[in-house]
């Protein structure tokens, strides 16, 4: 019965968008909340840099690379959640809006947990595998900063700028999947990739700011505290500059910078909107970056089509 109460409770999330979970089987339930599949914006936000690496490399982006990537991201995404909901389910339990998660409510054990994680690396490895060799020196490289992440709440107060550093690894995989090299461009995109995270991940991490002090999380939101609209204006401003960049590094034509127009419209209406202290508001800005990071994909790609 407090399984299922629980099970219930986790329906709630202000954050969630996929309510299907809820018609599976309680044991499956689970698992699926805890691997945020009721929540795909994260997904989306893991898999689009790596379709920006594609489409800066290539004329016509590799559709079965683009499945291999989606697929890669929704097992990644999953595993990386999970890890992070084991290393943090004494926080979570004491936090509104997490509290109710699998694990920090006692619906899966740490050992369970665990196993799973396992299952989703397996399916990743051989995502990953169906690369070429460089690009999965590039995927192995990452694997420092997916392990480091989840505890650097604790030590620092740029928690966002180490998940940048991790979510947009996969322009440099994209990258190299494409040409079997990096070059100065991709190096560029990742960066701007970083800023992006930085201000997209500061939004978000507004929803939990005042559970977050009593509980003694650090993260960028309580960092700049009301000053927050100016730094997300400084991040988006590098992202929008070093996409550019990237862009007139690699080439790109004039449909290129027409669709960069739209991307870099869908940041400042994400500023221009924003109520920090509105949780409500803040997810919904949040979840504006899945159109952000799909109109510099499509910049990207169709950047390749001469007049």
Not at 26 to 52: Q, V
Not at 60 to 71: D, K, S, T
Not at 280 to 307: E, P
């Amino acid at each position: 019965m407090l399984a299922e109460t629980n099970a219930v409770q986790a329906a709630h999330v202000p954050d969630r968008q996929h309510h299907w979970v809820d018609r599976l089987p309680l044991r499956l339930r689970a698992f699926a909340i805890l691997a945020r599949l009721d929540r795909p914006i994260g997904t989306w936000l893991l898999l689009l840099p790596c379709w920006w690496g594609l489409a800066l490399a290539a004329d016509y982006p590799n559709p079965v690379h683009m499945l291999l990537f989606a697929i890669g991201a929704i097992v990644m995404r999953g595993a990386g959640c999970t890890i992070n909901d084991i290393v943090d389910r004494e926080f979570d339990a004491k936090v509104e809006r997490t509290k109710s998660r699998p694990i920090a409510s006692g619906l899966v054990t740490v050992p369970q947990a665990l196993l799973f994680v396992a299952l989703q690396g397996v399916v990743g490895l051989i995502v990953l595998l169906q690369l070429p060799g460089f690009a999965i020196a590039i995927g192995f490289a990452s694997l420092p900063l997916i392990v480091a992440y989840p505890f650097m709440k604790r030590i620092t107060w740029w928690p966002q700028a180490f998940l940048g550093l991790a979510f947009n690894w996969g322009i440099l995989v994209g990258y190299a999947t494409a040409t079997h090299t990096l070059s100065p461009a991709s190096i560029i995109l990742y960066v701007a990739g970083i800023f992006w995270t930085l201000g997209y991940d500061t939004i978000y991490a507004h929803q939990d700011k005042v559970d977050d002090a009593i509980v003694g999380v650090k993260s960028t939101a309580r960092l700049f505290g009301k000053a927050t609209s100016r730094w997300l204006w400084v991040f988006y401003a590098a992202t929008m500059l070093l996409i550019a960049a990237a862009g007139a590094l690699a080439a790109k034509g004039p449909l290129f910078w027409a669709v960069l127009i739209l991307a870099g419209w869908s940041l400042v209406d994400q500023i221009r909107s924003l109520n920090m202290d509105d949780p409500d508001n803040c997810i919904a800005q949040f979840r504006k970056n899945r159109l952000s990071g799909l109109w510099v994909a499509l910049a990207l790609a169709l950047g390749t089509i001469a007049f």
